[in-house]
């Protein structure tokens, strides 16, 4: 057995926040609650919420709770977005309770897995002062069932980013280096562009020109204002999940300084290159 399966709760998660329930409607039927937090290096985000048993504490997630703090452990699972952009996670409730004066707001997850490709160095959208190494983590997530011996394995791409300046990040700089993980869940505005983008913003300025010759009251500009300001903003960025790592056990490997990981990459490009050219 290996350093990481031997460990104890290696894909694990602690979520504290704002407990948000859909109102009961018709529209709302299929809606699952949510937790309302703010990332360890700001931003505000909303956590899906799944029970799939009967769990201690499961009443404190009804509508009557809306507004409630609360502390839910469990494990996140990650599905595919809408739109293709990146691995949307929700957590899977174990246990909830209210919380106590020791919580701490936030989504604390602890996971184990090996680093694919080289790390990408790149400013943190929200802290442009943090440099952020940032690499993709092969999960193994094993899903059991209490009244079965079966186990069915996911293998997972779960985004991990870390300080550059963190003594542990070394430890993630060399792909093919197996550690164990202990972070925080974050969501992070990425900026897009290329042709596509390009194509939607003009779509979206002359469609603001031709509003600009309508006769309308000040509440429909201002109403139009926003608009394209959310439109344009949705297509210049793309939102991605992820866990920022605080702390990295190196289980298996050799860590890796920055200059290295650089190269890494550099090469890593020129293969990829390499590939493209023989391909076409």
């Known amino acids: 057995m290996s350093e990481a399966t031997s460990q104890p709760n290696t894909y694990h998660a602690t979520a504290v926040g704002i407990l948000d329930v859909p109102s009961a409607s018709r529209q709302n039927l299929h809606r699952r609650p949510h937790l309302r937090m703010t990332g360890p290096l700001g931003g505000d985000f909303r956590l899906p919420i799944r029970v799939m048993r009967e769990i201690p504490g499961s009443e404190l997630l009804d509508h009557a709770h809306h507004g409630a703090r609360l502390l839910i452990e469990g494990r996140l699972e990650w599905n595919k977005s809408s739109d293709a952009a990146g ?13 106590t004066p020791d919580d701490e707001e936030g989504c604390d997850v602890r996971l184990c897995g090996e680093v694919t490709a080289p790390a990408r160095i790149r400013r943190h959208p929200l802290r442009p002062g943090i440099a952020m190494a940032h690499v993709t983590l092969r999960v193994q997530i094993p899903r059991t069932r209490a009244a079965s011996r079966a186990v069915i394995t996911e293998t997972v791409g779960i985004p991990v980013v870390i300080p550059l300046n963190h003594p542990d990040a070394p430890a993630l700089l060399r792909p093919g280096n197996r550690v164990l993980v202990e972070g925080l869940l974050e969501q992070a505005p990425l900026p897009r562009n290329g042709p596509e983008v390009d194509q939607t913003l003009a779509d979206l300025d002359e469609t603001a ?60 490009l020129q293969r990829r290159a390499q590939r493209q050219q023989s391909s076409s």
């Not at 691995?87 to 919380?99: K, Q, S, W």
């Not at 509003?211 to 608009?227: G, K, N, S, Y």
């Not at 793309?238 to 866990?243: F, Q």
């Open 87 to 99: 691995l949307l996670p929700t957590l899977i409730a174990d246990a909830v309770r209210p919380v």
């Open 209 to 268: 020109k031709q509003r600009a010759t309508w006769t309308m009251t000040p509440e429909e500009t201002r109403a139009a204002e926003r608009d394209y300001t959310r439109r344009r903003w949705e297509a210049t960025h793309t939102v991605i999940y992820r866990v920022v790592a605080g702390y990295v056990e190196l289980l298996n490997g050799a860590p890796a300084t920055i200059r290295e990981a650089r190269e890494l990459r550099r090469a890593e």
